[in-house]
């Protein structure tokens, strides 16, 4: 991972982080994500749905994203073999198996072997913060897995889109620890 002083001056508008106070020990480089208008930290993955990767941390196999929907996205069913828990930052969604809607503010937790086809409703896109604690199973009507996503994938998944847009693909490096 390069140093934050050798970052391009787009990547250091989106995220920073200050030197381990204890690196001498291995600690780990903090991360700082930013808010930020600039459409290229979406990564598509299905028609009106995408994710803007924050972390991911290769000793546990978690990530977290920011994942965001517009009105009629699915993403399709799969099933959480490890927690999750989500943060509503704005507009509001549903899963197409369940009786509730998470709005804006509402903390949600998925325990272990929950699944679930996420969708959202209203023209307003809605934002999540989502925090993974492992692998999502992709499934297809009968239950049966058709998609492990893991750290590995996801992050090919970044650097392909990364390169393609100009972020370039070792953007994601930095989101790495
Ligand atoms: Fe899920």
Not at 52 to 72: A, N, Q, W, Y
Not at 75 to 98: A, C, D, M, N, Q
Not at 131 to 158: A, H, K, M, S, W
């Amino acid at each position: 991972m390069k140093d934050i002083a050798q970052q391009t001056d787009a990547v250091k508008a989106m995220m920073t982080w200050d030197p381990p106070v204890y690196g001498q020990f291995g600690m780990k480089p903090e991360l700082v994500n930013y808010a930020s208008e600039d459409e290229r930290l979406w990564v598509p993955i299905e028609p009106n749905v995408w994710y803007r990767p924050l972390f991911f941390d290769m000793t546990t196999g978690s990530h977290c994203e920011i994942l965001r929907v517009k009105r009629g996205g699915i993403l399709s069913r799969h099933r959480h073999p490890t927690p999750v828990h989500g943060f509503v930052i704005k507009g509001e969604w549903r899963y197409l198996e369940h009786s509730w809607t998470a709005k804006a503010g509402s903390h949600v937790y998925e325990p272990p072997g929950e699944e679930h086809t996420l969708t959202c409703d209203n023209d307003d896109e809605m934002q999540t913060f989502f925090f993974i604690d492992g692998p999502v199973l992709y499934v297809d009507e009968n239950d049966v897995v058709t998609y492990v996503e893991d750290n590995l994938g996801l992050i090919r998944q970044c650097r392909e889109h990364f390169a393609a847009n100009g972020l370039g693909a070792d953007f994601v490096d930095a989101l790495i620890r």
